[in-house]
Nanobody, 117 residues
Framework: QVQTVESGGGLVQPGESLKLSCAFSGSSFSRNTMGWFRQPPGKQRDLVATITSSGTTNYTDSVKGRFTISRDNTKNTVYLQLNSLKPEDTAVYYC???????????WGQGTQVTVSS
C-alpha cells in the first residue's frame, strides 16, 4: 500500500514561488517513478511532472521552465519547486507513484496552492 503526505502549499501572488514536499511510504521508493499531479477547482486531476528512479524528469508543457521536480531517496521524499506562479496554477497538488499503467489508486490529502493577487 502506498501512502503519501503532501505539504508546502499556500496562498501566493502571481510571480512568486513555492516548494512542495511529498513524504512517501509503501513500496520501494527509490525504484519507482514518482509524479506530481494537480486538480484545479471543478476539473480533473492531471499529471504535471515525473521523475524516474534514475532522475530523468518530464513536464507537461504548461509548467516547463517554471516547475522543477526532484527527489531525495534517502528521505523517501519527492519535491516540486514552483516558480513564476500564475493564477492558472491554482489547484490541489498531489504526488503518487507512477507505474507503467498509471498512478497507484492510493492518494494523499494533497496540498492546496492558490495563486491570486
Amino acid at each position: 500500500q502506498v501512502q503519501t503526505v503532501e505539504s508546502g502549499g499556500g496562498l501566493v501572488q502571481p510571480g512568486e514561488s513555492l516548494k512542495l514536499s511529498c513524504a512517501f511510504s509503501g513500496s520501494s521508493f527509490s525504484r519507482n517513478t514518482m509524479g506530481w499531479f494537480r486538480q484545479p477547482p471543478g476539473k480533473q486531476r492531471d499529471l504535471v511532472a515525473t521523475i524516474t528512479s534514475s532522475g530523468t524528469t518530464n513536464y507537461t508543457d504548461s509548467v516547463k521552465g517554471r516547475f522543477t521536480i526532484s527527489r531525495d531517496n534517502t528521505k523517501n521524499t519527492v519535491y516540486l519547486q514552483l516558480n513564476s506562479l500564475k493564477p492558472e496554477d491554482t489547484a490541489v497538488y498531489y504526488c503518487n507513484v507512477v507505474f507503467p499503467w498509471g498512478p497507484s489508486r492510493y492518494w494523499g490529502q494533497g496540498t492546496q496552492v492558490t495563486v491570486s493577487s
